[in-house]
């Protein structure tokens, strides 16, 4: 029954308009015209990721997982590397190169991984 109810949803929802999708994704990110610099790379880098987390799944969770991380590691190099253009403050900018060369290697191992696994 429960499975009958989730695939009755997933029919439901799984028709929307991408314009609608992400329109959703991106509530509560009106642009107002005085926005600073760090704000708008900070909505242009979270629009990418949320562009680039809209895969076409697979059925295959491991594939699925790691093509939709791929994306969200990104997004965060992405926004480390603003704050370490626009940011002030030096613990901040430590994090956000430590950020970077992690999610770079892990993006070059997810990358491995799918040319090896299908994906």
């Known amino acids: 029954m429960k499975a009958a109810i989730l695939a009755a ?3 439901l929802v799984a028709p929307l308009s991408a314009t609608a999708q992400e329109a959703d ?10 926005e600073s610099p760090a704000t708008m790379a900070f909505m ?3 629009a990418r990721m949320h562009g680039g987390m809209n895969i076409e799944f697979t059925g295959d969770a491991d594939v699925d997982f790691v093509r939709g991380m791929i ?13 370490l253009e626009h940011g002030d ?3 901040v900018k430590k994090l956000a ?6 999610q770079e290697g892990e993006i070059a191992w997810m990358t491995e991984w799918l040319e090896k696994n299908g994906g």
Request: net charge negative; proline share 0%.
């Open 9 to 11: 949803a997933i029919c």
């Open 25 to 34: 994704a991106h509530s509560g990110h009106a642009m107002h015209g005085d």
């Open 44 to 46: 242009e880098a979270n």
């Open 71 to 83: 994306a969200h590691h990104q997004g965060a190099i992405d926004m480390a590397r603003i704050v």
């Open 89 to 91: 403050d030096a613990e």
């Open 97 to 102: 190169e430590e950020i970077i060369a992690a």
